[in-house]
């Protein structure tokens, strides 16, 4: 198991510990990830509405990289993935697309030609790893711990795009919890926006939103929370006090990122998953728990 590494932008800024823990996880499970160092940001989307051709280009970049080194991508950000996966699929059917972003590509010495697949960290756990050879990995199970999983939006949808699971009824996260030996916690908002994306411009909006998910996941029985996306993890955990004021109700409700929530299944230090870069302490709930 080799990838071609996009870290994507978060995972290097804001939440650091993601990278880290990310790379920590793959060491321990023999999964060998080649950092893509010269790629640029996915355009998250963006650079789309300025440009449907400087997004294609951009992506292309990054895509045709991966390809020259003969390795698929992986990706830590369900941002990443829907814009990566969104420009390899169209880039793929059409022809004078692909054209056009290969004339561009062409002046910095590079040619994409469609052999390279996108996949997201938590699907390759799954598909390309096996959740049985995962659960064989376990030293330390999380028992105690009861984990609900929020998906956020762009890893399910548009489901022909991704295609991975059911986007109203996914399992590959519940599968993954139950894996490393802890109960997942079913709620209504584990498939819905964590509101994000309008945080800088409706801020009560998108903290109400955060807020009312936490606060479900916690009334369903839930003592932590795992997601796959860095950005989903900055709502929930950087901005979980701004939710708990906005909802006006406390919540203190520990929000891992996935390879975190590996990591210490493997039997990883908290230290060296850098735990406390969590905003909301998960310390005393680990120790409760009886996870070590």
């Known amino acids: 198991m080799r990838y071609a590494y996009f870290t994507g932008c978060v995972a290097k800024g804001t939440t650091p510990e993601l990278n880290a823990s990310t790379l920590k996880v793959a060491e321990k499970l023999g999964i060998e990830l080649e950092e893509m160092k ?7 989307g963006m650079v789309d509405e300025y440009s449907e051709d400087t997004a294609r280009a951009l992506n292309g970049r990054t895509l045709a990289l991966a390809e020259r080194d003969g390795l698929n991508i992986l990706t830590i950000c369900n941002v990443c993935t829907l814009n990566l996966r969104k420009a390899n699929k169209e880039l793929k059917e059409d022809p004078e697309l692909r054209e056009r972003t290969n004339k561009v590509l062409g002046k910095i010495g590079l040619q994409y030609n469609g052999g390279v697949d996108v996949t997201q960290f ?6 390309d790893y096996g959740l049985d ?3 064989a990995q376990v030293k330390n199970p999380l028992t105690g711990l009861k984990i609900a999983p929020f998906y956020g939006c762009q890893i399910l949808r548009p489901s022909e795009l991704n295609g991975f699971d059911d986007p109203n009824n996914p399992t590959s996260l519940e599968s993954v919890i139950t894996a490393l030996g802890a109960e997942p916690v079913d709620y209504d908002g584990k498939t819905k926006c964590c509101g994000f994306l309008i ?10 939103m955060t807020g009312r998910h936490l606060q479900q996941a916690k009334e369903a029985g839930a003592n932590c929370m795992v997601t796959p996306c860095p950005l989903c993890h900055i709502n929930l955990d950087i901005y ?14 520990p929000v891992f990122h996935l390879p975190q929530l590996v990591g210490l299944a493997l039997g990883m230090q908290p230290a060296t998953l850098r735990l406390t870069r969590n905003m909301v302490n998960p310390y005393k709930l680990l120790h409760e728990a009886g996870v070590k």
């Open 38 to 44: 010269s790629a640029s940001c996915c355009g998250a």
């Open 122 to 127: 938590l699907w390759a756990l799954i598909k």
């Open 240 to 253: 979980q006090s701004k939710a708990e004021s906005q909802i006006g109700t406390k919540l203190g409700l």
């Open 199 to 208: 945080l800088t411009v409706y801020e009560e909006t998108a903290m109400a």
């Open 133 to 135: 050879k995962l659960k």
